[in-house]
């Protein structure tokens, strides 16, 4: 904006008018200004008779203009504006670092060890006001994760509780996970290992197992999604006056469906950085469990089958060709037969109490095989003969030697899940288990499994109820994951594992196949070791 600059009078002059004004910039020196008044006074001279041809200036006075008092208030207004940005940013700074360091403890209560370098913000300088209350340290690249074992967890899972809020009269309780992530905290293991970020799973990869109608029901808030009454679910009142789907599996209006879409959407995370290669093997301790979840039922405290989410999701998104899962939870996977009882690329292989079917949930007799392309890649070891004596070490051991591992082998899978339950440890009663593996069976049993698919191998926690049992036999499955060494020592009458002396006791060998596939598998005894010809379910692949 130009302004009216110095007004110049040249004394001695005999005309009337005035010296002509120059338009001047405000920043020029009093030097430019003289040049200018000079050329100023050369065009008025040979302009006008009047002034003196001869004579230098005389009395060249020069008057400086006050400064316009719009432009003062735009400066201050600038530097107020200044003032207002550096004190916003300062509060903004510390308002992350106190996030930041409110998430850290929260990443530690859960287990997860989380530290955060110094951050320099890209709108301040050093010479910032801030620069001396914050250290300016360059962020430094996330560390790679370790090629190990994975673990996942979520302390949120631990809100799946009864409204009752008596947690003894339910053995699928929180207590469960927390223990078995404190046992892992505490002899090291854990932090040997990986430990990833657990989510939910989305409403769509439910849906790769589940109904929509039964996704909608259980993994949304009710208040959220309203759906008419035909499909709404049936609730019970249970003996301890809460509310559940059947007598056993316990609902909570606010917390179960977002704990259920947890340990699916955890167990499948850990199982994709498995199959891609970024960690070697895993282990997920999440609940509820899922294995007992049909397509349209919750049951057996289970509302979304895990394992089988996760392994639908690995033939959509990865390809994975040839996928084995183990279930050995003392309960037959009925939700994880329905699942995958018609694919022939994918091999359900349970060993489980049968009992003639009476034995929860009365599914997974031997002859249970599959149905078209997929017939013989269901396999039920189902073990019958009640507990007189239990099942043990040996029983499992030989079941997985002679039975187990062949069948597995000719499958050549490019992944392997394990439904794994530990309810078939000593420690669980009659109606929920009754059978007595000692927890270090399941260690060799783990370190068995990691010869196939290139380790590629994930366990999921399923049952187990006694804390003692299950955090060891947690503490061994992770153990061999990590590869350490497997010892421990066979009973009396047993032979690690190759037989255990039935015929000495006296009894029936309680291990019996049927198959509707007119095809011998010539196979040693589980129990007995004598060379039976049982009719083994044979898969295609082994005719």
């Known amino acids: 904006m130009s302004k009216p600059s110095d007004q110049v009078t040249a004394a001695g002059s005999s005309g009337p008018g005035p010296g002509r004004q120059h338009q001047s910039h405000p920043e020029e020196t009093e030097e430019e200004l003289r040049e200018h008044q000079g050329l100023s006074s050369s065009s008025s001279s040979s302009s006008s008779t009047s002034v003196q041809e001869a004579g230098p200036l005389r009395g060249l006075v020069i008057k400086q203009e006050p400064p316009d008092p719009q432009e003062q208030d735009e400066r ?45 913000p890209l709108s301040r300088a050093q010479s910032s006001p801030a620069s001396a209350s914050f250290p300016m340290v360059v962020q430094e690249t996330p560390a790679k994760p370790r090629f190990t074992t994975g673990l996942v967890y979520d302390s949120l899972m631990q809100k799946h509780q009864c409204m009752c809020g008596n947690t003894t009269s339910h053995p699928e309780h929180a207590g469960r996970i ?19 970020r657990g989510r939910k799973a989305t409403l769509e990869e439910l849906q790769t197992v589940h ?8 993994g949304t808030n009710p208040l959220r999604q309203k759906l008419d009454c035909s499909a709404s679910p049936m609730f019970v009142r ?4 809460g509310v559940g789907v059947d007598s056993d599996t316990i609902w909570n209006e606010v917390h179960s469906s977002s704990a259920a879409r947890l340990a699916a959407g955890s167990v499948v995370e850990l199982v994709f950085k498995v199959a891609s290669g970024e960690l070697k093997n895993g282990f997920a301790v999440v609940r509820p469990p899922g294995h007992h979840a049909e397509e349209s039922t919750p049951m057996g405290f289970c509302y979304f089958n895990s394992v089988a ?130 927890a270090k069976c399941f260690g060799y049993l783990t370190r ?71 095809t011998f598998f010539s196979v040693e005894c589980v129990v007995c070791m004598g060379m039976h010809q049982n009719l083994i379910l044979v898969h295609q692949f082994l005719l």
């Open 76 to 120: 201050e207004r600038q530097a107020e504006q200044e003032l207002l940005f550096r004190q916003q940013a300062l509060l903004l700074e510390q308002q992350r670092i106190h996030q930041l360091r409110n998430y850290q403890a929260s990443m530690e209560a859960a287990g997860l060890s989380i530290s955060f370098t110094g951050h320099r």
């Open 178 to 196: 927390q223990s078995i992530w404190s046992r892992l905290q505490e002899t090291g293991l854990r932090a040997q290992c990986e430990c990833i």
């Open 211 to 218: 109904s929509e109608a039964h996704v909608l029901l259980y």
């Open 238 to 241: 249970l003996p301890c006056g």
């Open 309 to 438: 989410i996760a392994a639908k999701l690995l033939q959509q998104r990865l390809n994975v060709s040839k996928i084995l899962i183990v279930d050995w939870d003392v309960h037959h996977g009925n939700g994880t037969q329905q699942a995958f009882y018609g694919d022939p690329n994918i091999l359900y292989l349970s060993l489980h109490r049968y009992d003639d079917g009476n034995f929860f949930p009365g599914s997974g007799a031997p002859d249970e095989v599959g149905s078209g392309a997929g017939m013989g890649f269901n396999v039920n070891m189902a073990f019958t003969g009640g507990l007189e004596p239990p099942m043990g070490d040996a029983e499992y051991l030989a079941a997985f030697r002679t039975v187990v591992m062949p069948i597995a082998n000719e499958f050549a899978p490019d992944m392997v899940l394990v439904s794994s339950g530990f309810d078939v440890v000593e420690g669980h009663a009659p109606p929920l288990g009754g059978y007595k593996l000692t």
């Open 448 to 518: 068995q499994l990691m010869g196939l698919a290139g380790g590629r191998l994930v366990l999921a926690l399923e049952g187990g109820h006694d804390l003692t049992a299950i955090c060891d036999a947690s503490e061994a499955c992770v153990s061999a994951l990590l590869g350490n060494e497997v010892r421990w020592e066979s009973r009396e009458g047993e032979r690690d594992g190759l037989g255990c002396g039935w015929m000495n006791r006296g009894t029936t060998c309680p291990v019996s196949f049927v198959s509707l596939i007119p």
